[in-house]
């Protein structure tokens, strides 16, 4: 039997450095932000749907969508996004549940579904187990403003137009609190591994 489990948090809370304490112990991950870049790709359906609805002057020099220039055509235009998520999120989905149902079948012990809107797309479904990556509101704020050189207006409004990671850890079966070090974070990533294969054994 395959355990598979969610890692999510939202942005700046570091669930990528997560993500890749789980590769270096080789547990397979389907990751939802990777998934959401290739569908995109040129003479993808997802592509296809999308130039048809936006227009040409999305793409760049290459013909691949530029993400800079679809992102600013829909920041601040709610039926724009909406159009966006529902040429986007099925496709994404599709493949989403087709990756993590071909990992079951080779049998690993343990899978990584990463999907940053597991609770805002209401996943949930999709995994057994969530663990959610955690770091206080302020925390938050600070790292994305010095991640992406952002205003803090600016920055609170990406972080806004995602469920608080307040809501989320109240979600959470398992918490990964990152508001210290790396290495803090990696101890408790080693206490976590220890909890998945102990939870593993008991069902």
Avoid: W
Wanted: glycine fraction near 2%.
């Amino acid at each position: 039997m395959t355990l598979v489990i969610g890692l999510t948090g939202s942005i700046a809370t570091g669930k990528s450095t997560v993500a890749k304490l789980f590769k270096k112990e080789g547990i397979p991950i389907v990751d939802a932000d990777l998934i959401s870049r290739q569908v995109v790709e040129p003479d993808r359906e997802a592509y296809q749907k999308i130039v048809s609805a936006f227009g040409r002057d999305i793409l760049a020099t290459d013909q691949s969508i530029d993400r800079k220039k679809l992102a600013q055509l829909i920041f601040n235009n709610q039926e724009k996004r909406d159009q966006l998520n529902g040429i986007v999120h099925p496709i994404i989905i599709d493949q989403i549940i087709k990756e993590r149902d071909r990992l079951i079948a080779e049998d690993h012990t343990l899978i990584i579904l990463d999907i940053p809107l597991l609770f805002e797309l209401n996943l949930i479904k999709l995994v057994e187990k969530v663990i959610v990556v955690y770091t206080s509101p302020e925390k938050q704020l600070e790292r994305l403003k010095r991640r992406d050189q952002l205003t803090e207006e600016h920055a609170r409004q990406r972080i806004e137009a995602q469920m608080s990671i307040e809501e989320k850890k109240q979600k959470a079966d398992f918490l990964i609190d990152n508001n210290d070090s790396k290495q803090e974070t990696a101890q408790q990533f080693r206490q976590l591994i220890t909890q998945l294969k102990d939870n593993k054994k008991d069902c």
